[in-house]
């Protein structure tokens, strides 16, 4: 996401929105980087920066990067979810056990 896009939004208010409709990942182009910029991107679940000029190569590197990082945080996700709920299961099971026996 490129920091100055055309129009009345810039790449921060876009990113906001793309996120809060999708799940990806976001990476910035930035001209310069400074500390308003980096409080007004960290609520963007923002992978990282890139500063203008770039090559082809980092852009790639980064955003195969900023991909790889959003897969395993979603397994994670996915993994602790599941823990949960069998932690619920489990002590549900043994509550029901515990009642029965007595």
């Known amino acids: 996401m490129d920091l100055k ?3 009345d939004m810039d790449g ?4 906001k ?3 809060s409709k999708l799940d990806v990942p976001i990476v910035y182009l930035l001209d310069f980087f ?3 910029t980096m409080h007004r991107t960290k609520d963007t679940d923002l992978y990282g920066y890139i500063i203008k000029p770039y090559d ?3 852009l790639q590197t980064t955003i195969e990067l900023a991909f790889y990082k959003h897969k395993m945080e979603q397994r994670l996700k996915e993994s602790e979810e599941r ?3 069998i932690a619920n299961y489990t002590y549900d099971w043994e509550s029901w056990v515990g009642t029965e026996g007595q």
């Open 17 to 19: 929105n793309i996120h």
């Open 56 to 58: 082809i190569a980092t």
């Open 83 to 85: 823990f949960r709920a």
């Open 34 to 36: 400074d500390e308003e």
């Open 12 to 15: 921060v208010e876009a990113a």
């Open 5 to 7: 896009l055309n129009g």
